[in-house]
């Protein structure tokens, strides 16, 4: 992972998730991209004024963000991007070659009952890129264990893993998979992906509702620093994101959630 992105929604989230972000790049030796995105208005009436007032007051932010993080040496390039949060994102995303994307769970506005707010949903729901969601005030720190919630031990799109196996040695961490089996899932015996195999310290399966009642059950047992899930065209996780926003009581953790796009 040799580039990473930080998108900046409030300065305070955003300089959580850059020291988080410098802090990974200390370790993988990635270049961190810390952006903001900026709406661009009209040529007509005078309105171009406006997006460069709009530019000026968001590299102002950036700025700040930069002044107030401990970079470590790790290079950051700092740049407001115009356009609106997910196309811009998307864009860059794009051109830079991101491999991993920091981002809060909420963007701007903290709402109590929401646990992913709309940008921030939006972006998991269609992104192919990994993401790493990071709890609001949550300080870095070296994962020990990952916890793998899955439906299926096998999958459609190949080197899904990759990015989870590159996470796992820089922090010399073990995998935990759990299987869980829900009333929709097939019966029939569909094998164990290699890489998986290779990868996982430990395997439980387990008959839930739901992944999230499944999660529910087992993460303490497990006491994972980081969660990852799997992101399908069917099944939990597709429905949980129909919706941009997710509510905490449909799908909630205090650690870090590293979403996967599991599907080609």
């Known amino acids: 992972m040799k580039n990473i992105l930080v998108p900046v929604g409030s300065t305070e989230n955003g300089i ?3 020291k988080y972000a410098v802090n990974f790049a200390t370790m993988s030796g990635a270049t961190v991209y810390l952006i903001n995105i900026y709406k661009v208005y009209s040529k007509a009436g005078g309105m171009t004024k ?3 007032v709009a530019m000026e007051d968001h590299q102002a932010q950036l700025d700040e963000v930069l002044s107030r993080v401990d970079t470590q040496g790790v290079e950051v390039i700092a740049k407001p991007i115009k356009g609106d949060p997910y196309e811009g994102i998307a864009r860059i995303s794009k051109q830079l070659n991101i ?3 920091i981002v809060s769970p909420q963007s701007v506005d903290i ?3 929401v646990y992913l707010g709309s940008i921030t949903g939006k972006l998991v729901k269609q992104t192919d890129i990994p993401m790493l969601i990071v709890p609001r005030d949550y300080l870095f720190r070296k994962a020990e264990n990952i ?5 299926r031990t096998s999958f459609e ?3 899904v893993l990759d990015p989870l196996e590159t996470i796992l040695k820089l922090f010399s961490a073990k995998l935990h998979v759990l299987k869980v089996k829900t009333p929709d899932a097939l019966d029939e015996d569909e094998g164990m992906d290699l890489q998986l ?4 310290t430990s395997y439980k399966e387990t008959e839930n509702a739901t992944i999230y009642q499944g999660v529910l059950e087992h993460f303490q047992s497990h006491h994972p620093d980081i969660l990852c899930v799997l ?3 069917r099944g939990f996780f597709k429905k949980l994101f129909e919706k941009n926003a997710v509510l905490k009581k449909d799908f909630y953790t205090s650690k870090p959630l590293l979403v996967l796009c599991g599907q080609q």
């Open 111 to 113: 709402k109590s009952e």
């Open 99 to 101: 491999d991993l994307i």
């Open 231 to 233: 992101r399908r065209k």
């Open 50 to 52: 406006v997006t460069q």
């Open 157 to 159: 799109k190949q080197n």
């Open 16 to 18: 959580n998730n850059l």
């Open 197 to 200: 195999k290779n990868m996982m």
């Open 147 to 151: 916890l793998l919630a899955v439906k």
